[in-house]
């Protein structure tokens, strides 16, 4: 099983970046995925998430309006769409697949995760 992050980097507040999560050895179509992020000296934090046959999303309240969580079931991919951004968005990105959500905020429910992704917002 495996989960790749890419899309970070360094950008100006105001501007947008797109993460992307790659996923591999089981079946992504059937799983809930979402997006988490950890600042330095700061516990990691569910960002959004998305379910798998409805496609229901949810988000932190924080991001609510400039993120916008997606997923391509042909591509095996579940995407990040971060606009608006703002130094406190500064983060580690992780994805994360569960195939069973009954609380999208809980790290526990994840069966899978990440190495995480870098963006960092600074003019």
């Known amino acids: 099983v495996q989960l790749v992050e890419s899309g970070g980097g360094l950008v100006q507040p105001g501007g947008s970046l797109r993460l992307s999560c790659a996923a591999s050895g089981f079946t992504f179509s059937t799983y809930h995925m979402g997006w988490f992020r950890q600042a330095p000296g700061k516990e990691r934090e569910f960002v959004a998430a998305?379910?798998?046959?409805?496609?229901?999303?949810n988000y932190q309240d924080s991001v609510k309006g400039r993120f916008t969580i997606s997923r391509d079931n042909a591509k095996n991919t579940v995407y990040l769409q971060m606009n608006s951004l703002k130094p406190e968005d500064t983060a580690v990105y992780y994805c994360?697949?569960?195939?069973?959500?009954?609380?999208?905020?809980?790290?526990?429910?994840?069966?899978?995760w990440g190495q995480g992704t870098q963006v960092t917002v600074s003019s």
């Open positions: 998305i379910r798998w046959g409805s496609g229901t999303k």
């Open positions: 994360a697949g569960a195939r069973r959500l009954d609380n999208s905020f809980d790290m526990k429910e994840y069966n899978y």
